[in-house]
């Protein structure tokens, strides 16, 4: 699922037809960084950026190509913003919510599931983008995820975006509506458009999904650029 935006920028969504680029979970992970740099040449990238995922609220402003085809960065971020032009900011999921951002020649790429989001990931997505240099109109995209039509959570994790008492904009019945809440705090934080493309990778097939396939998922990526 390929997206052009605004300025330059472009967007990827993968599915499983890319196979897993994970070099740590799903199946054959040893393959993964070549798979990575596969596509890496595909897109006509230097680089595809990635870090280490902990469901937080990192993001790591991407200042200088400091590594080469799908080699990931050694730290810890969920999210990548960057002003390079051929520099991939890449993300890694299956189920949390692969969000990009696009504002005046800095792109980013965010890793949003229920934790992340509590986190602050997306308020700190937007500060990165500004903070890189973009001063104008930011346009957010909201890519495959657990949509509230299938993820089910439980009473802790609704109470942590104030939907305890049931009655909460999010909340359907068990099932919490992640991009519902991505799209009200990006907009809250200044993102002037958010397009959401709809796709629920529980049920959808195209699509890896920790909640679907358990340990044995792989991951598909989120990929923001500028050419």
Known sequence: MRFALPGGGHALFTTCEDGNLSTLRGATPEQGSARRDELRARLGLRWLCASRQVHGATVQRVVAVDGRDGKRLALDADGHATALRGVGAMVLVADCL?????????????????????????EEGVGAVRELGARGEIT???????????YEVGEEVHAVFGDADGRGAHRRGRNLDLAAIAGERLRAVGAARVEDVGVCTICDPRFFSHRREGLGAGRQAGIAWLS
């Not at 800095?106 to 992340?116: C, N, P, Q, Y």
């Not at 957010?140 to 299938?150: E, H, Q």
């Open 98 to 122: 692969p969000v990009i951002l696009l504002a005046d020649g800095v792109v980013a790429a965010l890793h949003a599931g229920w934790r992340g989001l509590a986190a602050g990931v997306l």
């Open 140 to 150: 957010a995209l909201v890519g495959p995820g657990a949509r509230g039509c299938c």
